[in-house]
């Protein structure tokens, strides 16, 4: 038996778009049932975003504190952000990022796991990448507004990072999901078969 995700999609009756945002929507839709009946589901449409795993030389995270205001918390998160435009391809969008967001750029980049964040309600999907050879990148920083003036910036180590997690005391989930897959692909002496920085997404398709 392989384990494996399969796409499907049911029959719907009837749609309509209650709320729109500036980034999101919300969708609500009549969805024919296996046994024949319809019912509702609402659910965020969601561009899809990335996130980044950088590490450094001394398998340090890099990570950003950021105020998430529907959780009321400053979680500590890897750098990440949406996919802005159609059809974007995910790695220049991830690299943005984590320019944007720590002002480093890496020249090694591999795709560490694809998700999709909360698909009960929301259509969210995350690339997540693992970026190495890190640098500081040239020219001026980005300037940042809002939520972002406030980042913190930290190196930490990734042994710290797993006991973190499993302590309950982060809860991003890029981070986690970064951080343990990381771990794993380490365990399993599978770091080489990480998928290249531009493999197929179905979840969002792009241009190469």
């Not at 998928?195 to 197929?200: F, K, L």
Request: proline share 6%; with cysteine.
């Amino acid at each position: 038996m392989t384990i494996k995700d399969t796409p499907q999609e049911w029959e719907i009756r009837a749609t309509d778009t209650p709320f729109v945002g500036n980034k999101t929507s919300v969708r609500t839709d009549d969805v024919v049932m296996p046994d024949g009946s319809v019912v509702r589901r609402d659910y965020q449409v969601h561009p899809g975003s990335v996130a980044v795993l950088a590490v450094d030389d001394e398998d340090r995270v890099l990570l950003i504190k950021q105020y998430r205001h529907p959780v009321r918390h400053k979680l500590w998160e890897i750098p990440a952000g949406l996919l802005d435009v159609p059809g974007e391809n995910p790695l220049h969008a991830a690299q943005r990022e984590l320019y944007e967001e720590a002002h480093v750029k890496a020249e090694d980049w591999r795709v560490l796991t694809d998700v999709y964040t909360t698909a009960g309600g929301c259509d969210e999907a995350v690339r997540i990448f693992l970026a190495r050879d890190l640098s500081e990148a040239e020219g001026e920083r980005f300037e940042v507004e809002d939520e972002e003036a406030d980042l913190e910036h930290a190196r930490v180590p990734l042994a710290e990072l797993v006991r973190g997690v499993l302590a309950g005391e982060l809860h991003n989930n890029c981070l986690v999901v970064g951080v343990l897959s990381l771990v794993a692909a380490r365990a399993s002496g599978g770091m080489d078969d990480l998928r290249p920085a531009d493999a197929e997404w179905p979840a969002r398709p792009f241009v190469a």
